[in-house]
Structures are given as structure tokens and as C-alpha cells.
């Protein structure tokens, strides 16, 4: 295995094709092949020379061996390295999310806990109160102790608030 002091960091795109194919042991043609179908893309000069990072060559040697040792297709290996790379995305959200959440969780315990003799409407405690009014649109069987009261004797409507808490 060939080490490389790699000071400009795993991104940048410092290696020639010739260089990139000698580290991760392969043809410069295969890098090619590879760029072509879009499973490696290396950067570019501005005369559109292929340039490969660190990282380049170590996903280089991963698809070599995903093809020589697992004997997987180069469409399954490109499906591979998206599914990985949408793996770490996600991991990277759920990271920020988490420390979202643990920040939203140290702003509610800083606003303060209720009392333990506090029975409700607590500091940092949302109340939340609801009028709910409902109508009885169906239709009642008529008897004959509705038609014989006048207003207000218990006929229909008689007892009934129409603005309950």
C-alpha cells in the first residue's frame, strides 16, 4: 500500500490521472471509464484536465474492491456509493437535528419547571383553553310534552346554554 503525506487535505484535487491510477493501482483508462460513468468524478483544470483528491483515490480503491473481491456490477457499485453518500448526509442531519433538539431542551429548562404546589397555569407551562359550542342539527321525534309547553317550560331549546365553558 503506497502512503502519500496528503497536507492539502482529503478534497483537494492535487493528483494527475497517471498519478491517481498508480495509487489506487489501476489503468489511467479505468479512471476514465469510471469518470465517464460517473462512479468517480474527479475535479477539473480549467483546460479540463481530470484532477483526483485523496478521497478520489480511496473510493477507487473501494470500487476495486467491490468489483474484483464482492463481484459486483459497476452499476451496482455506483448505487453502492450513492446509497453510502446519502447514508452520511443523513447522518449529518440527524446530527444537526439532535443538537437542535438538545438546544430547544436547555431553553425550556432554563425558562423554569413549575413548583411542586403549583396546580396548573405553572411558569413555563402552556395552557391552552377551547370554546367549543355544539349544535344538534338532528332531527327530535315529536311528543306530546313539547307541543304543549309554551316558551320557556321545557320545549324545545328550554334548558339548554348556549355558551358553556
Known sequence: MIHVNDSFGADAPVYVISVAAELA????QTLRQYDRLGIVSPGRTSGR???YSM????MLRQVQRLSQEEGINLAGIKR???LEHEVEQLREQVFHLANELEAARRAVARRGRPAPSDSGGARGELVRRTRVTIFNT???PEDDSARDTGP???GPGAGRDDERD
Do not use: Y
Open 80 to 82: 453502492i456509493l450513492e
Open 152 to 154: 320557556g317550560q321545557g
Open 55 to 58: 478521497r478520489d483515490v480511496q
Open 25 to 28: 493501482g489501476m489503468h489511467p
Open 49 to 51: 484536465g481530470r484532477r
Open 138 to 140: 338532528a332531527e327530535r
